[in-house]
């Protein structure tokens, strides 16, 4: 019996085109200034201290930092010190309401139909969890952090590793078994399946009401027949 729902966000939730489109050129666009300006705050301090290990030296100063985030940006790094940055800009953008994160309708309604049969509902992204909090506080459904119980991210692991996936079970106080994880990654599908979770892979390219299996598993175009189902 399903007890918790573990959401994937881009492709998933919300369009990965407003990730891709939007939240990324606005990052790159303020990175460079951001850390220039804020080069003393300890909290981008701690990020570039942070970065220094994965780059392979020291980032002595914002214009050293800058060339590193923005190639790791260009290579599509899932960086987590990266990421964290990231979030502090995105978190200007969504406070001045230049950004309203997007999520498809039928991810609204089955959130809402979820919390309304008592389920637990979690979040895990390659985003950070800042970034993640951002998104659901600010989407264009408005304010829905109340009804996530907790968010996960790279920090616990990455997430084409099933260890990933036994960890937030643990940290959730279910069995894997108990959780539905919806992901539109097939590596993804794969870990949470090896680590015993009910995998359902999301495939936002078919139409609304498909319904379908590959080597993996089930295959949905949306959420429709899980708001049916729950």
Avoid: C
Wanted: aromatic content about 8%.
């Amino acid at each position: 019996m399903i007890k918790a729902i573990l959401l994937d966000i881009e492709g998933t939730v919300g369009d990965i085109a407003f990730v891709r489109d939007v939240l990324f050129p606005y990052a790159r666009k303020r990175l460079s200034e951001t850390l220039r300006t804020r080069w003393s705050d300890p909290a981008i301090a701690a990020i570039v201290s942070e970065a220094a290990p994965a780059a392979g030296k020291r980032l002595s100063s914002s214009d050293a930092a800058s060339e590193q985030f923005l190639a790791w940006m260009d290579e599509d790094r899932k960086i987590t010190p990266l990421k964290t940055l990231q979030g502090i800009i995105w978190r200007d953008g969504y406070a001045s309401g230049e950004l309203k994160a997007h999520l498809y309708p039928n991810a609204i309604e089955a959130i809402d139909a979820w919390r309304k049969k008592g389920l637990r509902i979690f979040i895990y992204s390659s985003g950070s969890i800042e970034a993640q909090k951002l998104y659901f506080a600010h989407s264009v459904a408005g304010n829905l952090t109340g009804v996530i119980e907790d968010y996960f991210d790279t920090t616990t692991g990455a997430k084409t590793e099933p260890d990933s996936y036994a960890k937030i079970a643990k940290t959730i106080g279910l069995p894997p078994s108990e959780i539905l994880f919806l992901t539109d990654a097939p590596g993804e599908v794969t870990a949470a399946s090896a680590a015993g979770m009910q995998v359902h892979r999301i495939d936002r390219a078919q139409t609304q009401s498909f319904v379908g299996a590959d080597a993996a598993g089930t295959v949905l175009g949306s959420f429709h027949s899980l708001i049916a189902e729950k």
